[in-house]
Structures are given as structure tokens and as C-alpha cells.
């Protein structure tokens, strides 16, 4: 059973065709690549399968369950994290705060507990900071654990981000150019971060990037988009020489030596 | 991660302490009847002034319209007390519970529909509302002549003192801090910092959107029911636009999410009006209104993040959870990429 299954998604802005007829089947524990040139459609495909935007047509279903219409928290809850292109952290909060705040629905106490710092709230606290913690740890951003988010090196935002994502335990992580920005040297270790965070946490993993080199080692299928379209899907060697997918990002009657 | 030991102690016996100095001032009449009239508003306008902080500075809903609650909490403690009460403890309780309540009710009703908008389009819903509610309190005799329209409603007993305003008000404190510091106040804030992240992250934004609102109302309201049994006369015009102002001044001033600068800014802004009114002599007040605009477009200019600009000090300040070698020194604090 796949665990993301999405069958002919459509979304047109006024009369711009966004997104046209787009499908994909995500298994579990696969790394995927959605690529394709500026403006092809990638973020919208992610902003829809989150529930940001309304879906023209099209189904989205989740673990075989229709996740269309659903409010995008609603859909983050059932198990569909993502990142954001432009790092949208909460800023102003600590590392911590970041992260705590994501483990939110699994808090068992009231807003009663809450005012009063009863003794369930303080056990509970206490569970929610470990559990935190474990997981900045993994991510190698414990020591900064009480920095406030915005004060962080970039590279450790872009990993703040997917580490905030995964507090929700996710089956399913949707990640939105995770290596934008980064040099060489970040972006090799970006690709084994992701290959170590599908085999730590079991996740699926969708990923939009422009970076070869992170698709190219990383993915083991890639879809390409163009204008809303799928032109092309296949391994990434396949992808590599396929003439449609050159001609998409480099134009037409261009030959590769 | 090890609490500190019995903070909650340290903190009661430090407004003990507090409490205890106003108090001897007070007794030996260091503090006059004038100046204890001054503190005890600037008291009722710190409780007022948190409720708009929830609202504002942790959710980020820009709200000028935090007097209507206000308000609301005031006229209907006052008619409870007016018309039932008479001086009557249990039916002060009772009037102080429903002047809560009645904000609470209030800011979910109004909440509900125009929580919906963003900032600037929020601000201007909420201050159509503060003007309505005016409005309705400046007519309000045509309906229930108790509550004494335009002419205000005069008649109320004078059942709160020093004591219990100073009660309420490190009861607001606490559970305004603890609010914040738990769950809920962490979706609360994770709004105002983002609040399309905090929604793909699987907060319910409606709904703590809602949840502050109505808690910010609540504590607006308990400060006007606080007042209507300080100050034996209710007038429209204390509960109009002009004191929402007041209390958006105070918030942002104070900081924006920093309950330190919220409390510390309320009670420096009611002395500072008071206080005015003796350096400048009878024939100057009015220079009051250039003077306080002036220092309003200083602080701004010098401090645009409000004086405490998001921090808290002492008991305020979130629990530290790392173990002490762990935490980051000023050196390596902005130390390259890590691991």
C-alpha cells in the first residue's frame, strides 16, 4: 500500500494552469525527487498535498484515506510534515520552543493544568523537554538548544526546520530546496543527513531541489515537472540523459557534448 | 533538567516582600490618599494592559479595540454590585466573576468571526468594535436606565483596596506567565511568529487564536470589574478608543511578548501621567499630551523592539533545561556550521 497516492492533481490561479494533472505514488521509506525548472509547479504540488491551497481537481490520499479539503494542521497532524523554500522558523523562540511547540497534540493536560503548573503539567513538560532534547541531540543542535532560532547559522536553521518537522512524527516529509543556500561542503553533508533521517525516523521523503548533486545521490526516483506537467519519471541516471527533461531546463535544439 | 527548587516559594515570599514595603509606606502615610488612588489604577491598568499583551504581544492579533472589554467587565460588575450587591462580599465575588465572564463572552463572540483577518484589517475591525461598544454604553439608559448612559453610573461602592487589587495582580502575573510557558502558550506564540508554519506544523490556529483572545478579554474584563468597585463612577469616555490606545501604548512600549515590560511599563505609564500633572503645575497640564508624545516617538525611535523588547527577568524568564556545561558561553554562541 503506498503512502502517499496522488491521482490526477490539477490547481489553476485565475486562468494559469499551476498544477496539470499530476500524479504520484510515494512507497514506504523511498526517497523521492520532484524536479524541474523555476516555476514548473514543485511548491505548489507541496502547498496542496499540505492543504494550503484548495485542490481544483484531483484526489490526494493518505495511508488510503482521502486527506482532500482537510485543514492543513489537520493534515500535519495525521503524519505530513514539511519545510519551507524561505526557512520559516519561529524565530523569536528558543531552538527548543521551536521544536517543543510541534509536540503539542501529544501534551496531556489542560489549559487548567496549564494555568495552575499542576503536577501533570510539570511531569508532562518534563517528558516533552526529554523528548525535545533526544531529538535536537540526533540533529546535533542540542548544545544550542536555548539559542533564540533566528540567531542560528543558516545551515543550523535549514536542519532546525527538518528537525521541527520530524517532532510531529511524520510518516510522510515533504522538503522544499533543504540544500538552497548551502555550499559544497554543507550540501554533502545535507545528502547524508537525509539518507540517516529516512533510516532513523522511517519516513517517506519528497524532496524539490535544483541541486543535482543532492538529487542526483540521494533520490532513488525522480518526477520532473514542467508547466504544471509531468515530463518525465524515473531513476535519476534514466532522468540524466532523458532529452525532454534538457530541453525543459535548457531549451530547445541544444545538444550535449 | 532539574527545576529550580521550590521557585514558586522564592516568588511568593519576594511579593510578600512587595507588598509589605507599599504597605509600611502606606501606613506611615508616605504614600497619600492621592498617590494611593494612582497606585491602585496603575494596578488595574497593569491587569487591563496583560490582556491586551496575550492578545498582542504573545499572538500577535493587533487589537485596538482591548477597552470595549474593559468595559464590558466594568458596567457589568458595577450594575451587579448597584443593583443586587450593596456592599454584599458575596455578590462583589459574584459581580467580579461575571465581569470576567462577560469580557470572556464578549471577545469569544467578537473573536469568532474577525479573527480571521490579519493585522492591519484586525486592528480595524476590533476598533470599529470599541467604538460600537462606546456607542451602546453612552445610550445605554434608553434600555436598562441602571447603567446611566452618557452621564455614567454613579452609586458604586468602594469595596476594593491596595490589598486586593495588589492580589489580583500578581494572581494576572502568574497565570499569564504560566500560560505561556506551557502548551497551549507555546501554539499561542508559535502564531504570532509564523503563523502558516505554526498551521503545516498541526497547530489548530483558529482555535488558539480564539483561546487567546478570550483569555486576553477575561483579564481585561476582571480589571474592569476590579475598577467599578474602586472608583465609586463610570463614565463611557474611561472605556473609549482613547484607553485602548492606552493599553496598545503600553504593550509595545513595554516590548512586545515580555510580560516584564507590559507590568513595568502600565504601572511607569499611570505614574508618569500622574506625575506630570505635579512637575508641570495646574497652568502647563496640558503640555502633558506634547510631553508623553515626545517620549513615545523617543522610546520608538531608540528602541523600536519596546524596552524589554521580548526578554523577562527573574521568575518570568522560562526555566533554563541545559545542564550548565552545555550551555553556550558569549564565544562560541555564534560559532560556524555545526555537526
Known amino acids: 500500500m503506498p503512502v502517499l497516492e496522488v491521482r490526477g492533481l490539477s490547481k489553476d490561479f485565475g486562468g494559469l494552469k499551476a498544477v496539470n494533472n ?69 524565530k523569536q523562540c528558543s531552538v527548543l520552543d521551536n521544536v517543543r511547540t510541534v509536540f503539542h497534540p501529544k501534551i496531556k493536560y489542560g489549559l487548567v493544568d496549564a494555568i495552575l503548573h499542576t503536577r501533570r503539567y510539570h511531569a508532562e513538560e518534563e517528558r516533552v523537554t526529554a523528548m525535545s532534547m533526544a531529538l535536537l541531540e540526533t540533529m546535533s543542535l542540542a548544545d544550542r538548544a536555548e539559542m533564540q532560532a533566528m540567531n542560528l547559522p543558516y545551515g543550523d536553521q535549514r536542519r532546525l526546520e527538518i528537525a521541527r518537522a520530524l517532532a510531529g512524527e511524520p510518516k510522510v516529509l515533504l522538503l522544499d530546496e533543504p540544500a538552497a543556500g548551502m555550499n559544497p561542503s554543507e550540501v554533502g553533508k545535507l545528502v547524508e543527513l537525509i539518507r540517516f533521517i529516512r533510516n532513523h525516523f522511517q519516513v517517506t521523503i519528497l524532496l524539490i531541489e535544483h541541486q543535482m548533486g543532492v538529487v542526483m545521490n ?24 532523458n532529452p525532454k527533461v534538457l530541453e525543459a531546463y535548457l531549451g530547445k535544439g541544444v545538444t550535449v557534448a | ?65 482591548q477597552a470595549a472589554f474593559y468595559g464590558m467587565g466594568a458596567y457589568t460588575a458595577g450594575a451587579i454590585t448597584k443593583a443586587y450587591g450593596h456592599g454584599n462580599w458575596v455578590w462583589f465575588a459574584g459581580a467580579l466573576i461575571a465581569g470576567t465572564l462577560a469580557g470572556a463572552v464578549v471577545s469569544y463572540l467578537i473573536g469568532r468571526p474577525i479573527l480571521r483577518l490579519r493585522s492591519d484589517y484586525l486592528g480595524i475591525a476590533t476598533l470599529g468594535f470599541g467604538i460600537i461598544v462606546t456607542v451602546l454604553l453612552n445610550n445605554a439608559d434608553k434600555v436598562i436606565p441602571i447603567l446611566g448612559g452618557a452621564i455614567g453610573m454613579t452609586g458604586l461602592r468602594h469595596m476594593v483596596g491596595f ?111 500622574e506625575g ?23 522610546v520608538i525611535l531608540l528602541r523600536p523592539q519596546g524596552l524589554f523588547g521580548g526578554k523577562e527577568i527573574g521568575f518570568l524568564r522560562p526555566p533554563s533545561v541545559l545542564k550548565p556545561a552545555l550551555r553556550p558561553g558569549k564565544e562560541n554562541s555564534h560559532a560556524g556550521i555545526g555537526g
Request: net charge neutral; charged share 15%; hydrophobic share 50%.
Open chain 1, 22 to 90: 499530476f500524479n504520484l505514488t510515494l512507497e514506504e521509506g523511498e526517497i523521492v525527487g520532484l524536479i524541474g525548472p523555476n516555476g514548473a509547479g514543485k511548491t505548489t504540488v507541496f502547498n496542496l498535498i499540505t492543504g494550503i491551497f484548495p485542490v481544483t481537481s484531483g484526489e490526494i490520499r493518505f495511508l488510503d484515506r482521502s486527506i482532500l479539503g482537510l485543514k492543513p494542521y489537520k493534515i500535519a497532524q495525521l503524519g505530513i510534515a514539511r519545510t519551507f523554500q524561505n526557512i520559516r522558523l519561529f
Open chain 2, 276 to 298: 506630570l500633572r505635579f512637575v508641570l503645575g495646574q497652568q502647563f497640564i496640558d503640555f502633558r499630551g506634547v510631553i508623553y508624545a515626545v517620549l513615545l516617538v523617543v
Open chain 2, 163 to 273: 490589598d486586593l487589587l495588589f492580589l489580583f495582580t500578581v494572581g494576572s502575573i502568574f497565570v499569564v506567565r504560566n500560560f505561556i510557558q506551557s502548551s497551549p502558550g507555546r501554539a499561542v506564540v508559535s502564531i504570532r511568529e509564523d503563523e502558516i508554519a505554526a498551521d503545516a506544523m498541526g497547530i489548530d490556529t483558529t482555535r488558539y487564536k480564539t483561546m487567546a483572545f478570550v483569555l486576553g478579554g477575561a483579564l481585561s474584563g476582571l480589571a474592569g470589574a476590579l475598577y467599578a468597585h474602586r472608583y465609586p463612577y463610570l463614565n463611557p469616555s474611561s472605556f473609549d478608543w482613547l484607553q485602548s490606545v492606552n493599553f496598545l501604548l503600553i504593550v509595545v512600549l513595554g516590548g512586545l511578548g515580555s510580560i516584564t515590560g507590559t507590568v513595568v511599563t502600565a504601572i511607569g505609564w499611570v505614574f508618569l501621567l
Open chain 1, 218 to 241: 540521494v533520490c532513488e526516483r525522480l518526477e520532473v515537472l514542467d508547466f504544471g506537467e509531468t515530463i518525465a519519471a524515473g531513476r535519476p541516471e534514466e532522468i540524466r540523459d
Open chain 2, 1 to 65: 533538567m532539574k527545576r529550580k527548587y521550590n521557585q514558586t516559594l522564592v516568588i511568593l515570599i519576594g511579593a510578600a516582600v512587595v507588598y509589605g514595603l507599599l504597605k509600611a509606606l502606606i501606613l506611615t502615610g508616605m504614600i497619600g490618599d492621592y498617590w494611593q488612588l494612582i497606585l491602585d489604577e496603575a494596578l488595574i491598568t497593569t491587569i487591563g494592559a496583560l490582556g491586551l499583551s496575550i492578545i498582542y504581544g504573545f499572538n500577535g492579533q493587533f487589537s485596538l479595540g
